[in-house]
């Protein structure tokens, strides 16, 4: 098998300019490198026990009977776009039409990306909130759009409304929002986002909310940025399977939005994976329709874990922000006397065995999160415990 040579000098690099920046993602170095080390690894945000058995053996039982181990439809197939249907108005009183208002992508990082190539255009703007999951700059880039970071800041991380106004200009194209917040935990209330619809309406702007942790909820309540009146059509919902289920490597994700914006995204969506996870999209159809108690108990048992490793690291010296939702605790190193959250990660492991991320990684503003360390909880209790006796010999 030929070779490929390294680019000779003063040729163009092979990698598109636009992605050249942002290298290896941080997950897989921090993930690597707890293998590495034998560390408990609390940096990539997945589970360590897989979701409900019965949903596992849905997904068996549709690859026995040959449903989906062939290419499922382009939009998804009718039984998941239903329950996603059902799903919006059960949870949220939102109705959409399952053939024209529903579309299923590879996990929510495709309905992400396939929205903003769809929607924007090169040099639109787009205000996003700081820090942000790291695919949300990429795949601006790759629209070839310009990203407006808006900092959420320590230590409540509230929307500051009157820097959003101030950021918008004849240029903005798009609001993306992620509520739940990661990786603060952040749930925007309901009078943020009234002050978020208000400027969208008032400079017709297009919003996409990212909501995958909207049943991890733990203080407050999840609304749906389409609920409020007049978003519903200009709103992109994005929501997945992973994060409420625990089968992260399933990658069943999808977007409700009105019928124009479904086309729109669906339009960029079929030119990346085309179609994906068949077998999986009728399990978690299932899935969806799983009675209230199964999301109860599952986020109960989330905020428990959440109260264990923020005990435990409010004990070990940390400045510990205890999140309202998602998987995720984000604490402050300076009380340890560190000031470079990259640094105290990449030692941390040798330390004493644990892995964790740096959240400047999501910031344009390096300096907004320089000392600020993210930790997942969604792993067992047994094993959290023993993080938080690891972590306990930072304050010996």
Not at 107 to 136: K, M, Q, R, W
Not at 196 to 224: K, N, Q
Not at 289 to 300: C, E, H, Q, S
């Amino acid at each position: 098998m030929a070779v490929m040579s390294a680019p000779a000098a003063g040729s163009r690099p092979f990698l598109n300019r636009s992605l050249a920046v942002f290298g290896t993602t941080i997950f897989a170095e921090m993930s690597a490198l707890a293998a590495r080390t034998g560390s408990i690894n609390l940096g990539q945000g997945f589970p360590d026990t897989d979701g409900p058995a019965e949903i596992a053996e849905a997904a068996v039982r549709a690859i026995r009977d040959g449903k989906g181990n062939q290419y499922p439809p382009g939009p998804g197939v009718p039984e998941l776009r239903t329950a996603i249907a059902h799903h919006q108005e059960r949870f949220h009183g939102l109705a959409f039409d399952p053939d024209t208002e529903v579309l299923v992508t590879a996990g929510a990082t495709e309905a992400i990306a396939a929205s903003l190539l769809a929607l924007l255009e090169p040099g639109d703007e787009v205000i996003a909130l700081e820090p942000y999951y790291d695919s949300y700059a990429a795949c601006i880039a790759m629209a070839g759009a310009v990203r407006v970071p808006l900092t959420l800041r320590a230590p409540d991380f509230r929307l500051d409304v009157d820097a959003l106004r101030a950021a918008v200009t004849p240029r903005t194209r798009l609001l993306l929002l992620n509520t739940p917040h990661n990786p603060t935990g952040t749930v925007l209330t309901p009078a943020e986002l009234a002050a978020v619809a208000e400027l969208a309406i008032e400079r017709d702007l297009l919003v996409v909310t990212d909501e995958v942790y909207e049943h991890l909820v733990f203080e407050g309540t999840h609304v749906p940025l389409a609920s409020l009146p007049g978003m519903r059509e200009r709103t992109v919902t994005i929501s997945s399977a992973g994060k409420t289920f625990s089968f992260t490597g399933w990658k069943v994700g999808w977007v409700t939005a009105p019928p124009a914006l479904t086309a729109a995204v669906r339009s960029a969506k079929q030119f990346l994976t085309y179609v994906a996870s068949g077998p999986f999209q009728y399990a978690i159809a299932e899935a969806l329709a799983l009675p209230d108690a199964y999301y109860d108990t599952f986020r109960a048992d989330l905020a428990a874990k959440r109260d264990i490793l923020a005990d435990g690291l409010t004990a070990a010296g940390f400045e510990v922000y205890r999140p309202q939702g998602t998987y995720f605790i984000t604490t402050d190193i300076t009380p340890l006397g560190e000031k470079d959250g990259l640094a105290f990660c990449r030692a941390l492991p040798e330390r004493c065995g644990v892995v964790a991320i740096p959240n400047q990684v999501f910031y344009d503003d390096r300096a907004a999160g320089a000392t600020q360390v993210r930790w997942a909880f969604c792993k067992r209790e047994d094993v959290l415990r023993d993080a938080v006796d690891r972590l306990g010999r930072l304050a010996r």
